[in-house]
């Protein structure tokens, strides 16, 4: 190749590099609309667990709050409102504040998994995980006695079992979640590892 065909450059060189360089632009972009598309879904399931648990909250609050427990399959499972200052199950009540702190520190962690989040079951895990946090993170922030010491409130009462809650729930079920996905190798940024 002469000098002037190497300073102009052939016509298939610059097509070559031309594609190649719309080809990284395309996967860039193709990356971004999956990590867009995920994080959509991740907020959807938060919005939609917090909305869930705050309206059942609300509800149970103003009708059931300081009534006799409510029968929703005989003695076996009933609704009774609990003021709950612990963790879930009623836990470390003098840790209030400790609590509180690490909602925070999840809710941190998630949205730090957030800006590589490319896995769809991921982000329906980390949106239950982030949804439950946010719901009893308000009723710490807001309820009595407040300052970020609040209770929560629990209605779910199974026989022999502890009273929950919706958020409660929500954690619970995104933590499993993210058990089996680890254990089937399944990263956040929607790639497979095997150990």
Not at 84 to 91: D, E, K, L, S
Not at 147 to 167: E, T
Request: proline fraction near 3%; glycine fraction near 12%; charge should be negative.
């Amino acid at each position: 190749m002469t000098e002037a065909e190497q300073a102009i450059g052939t016509p298939d060189a610059g097509k070559a590099e031309e594609g190649a360089g719309t080809s990284a632009a395309g996967a860039d972009e193709a990356a971004a609309g999956r990590g867009k598309r995920r994080v959509g879904v991740l907020l959807t399931v938060a919005a939609l667990a917090y909305v869930i648990d705050l309206v059942s909250k609300l509800a149970v609050v103003a009708k059931l709050e300081h009534h006799a427990p409510v029968e929703v399959i005989g003695t076996w499972l009933q609704f009774e409102v609990i003021r709950n200052r612990g963790a879930a199950f009623g836990f470390g009540e003098a840790m209030t504040i400790v609590f509180t702190v690490i909602a925070v520190g999840v809710i941190v962690v998630i949205a730090r998994l957030a800006r590589k989040l490319h896995s769809l079951p991921w982000a329906i895990a980390l949106g239950l995980l982030l949804g439950g946090a946010f719901g009893n993170l308000t009723d710490r922030i807001f309820r009595a006695p407040g300052d970020f010491q609040g209770a929560v409130v629990d209605f779910i009462a199974p026989s022999h079992f502890a009273v929950f809650n919706l958020a409660d729930s929500a954690i619970v079920c995104g933590g499993f979640l993210i058990v089996i996905l680890s254990f089937r190798g399944l990263d956040p940024d929607g790639t497979v590892h095997k150990d």
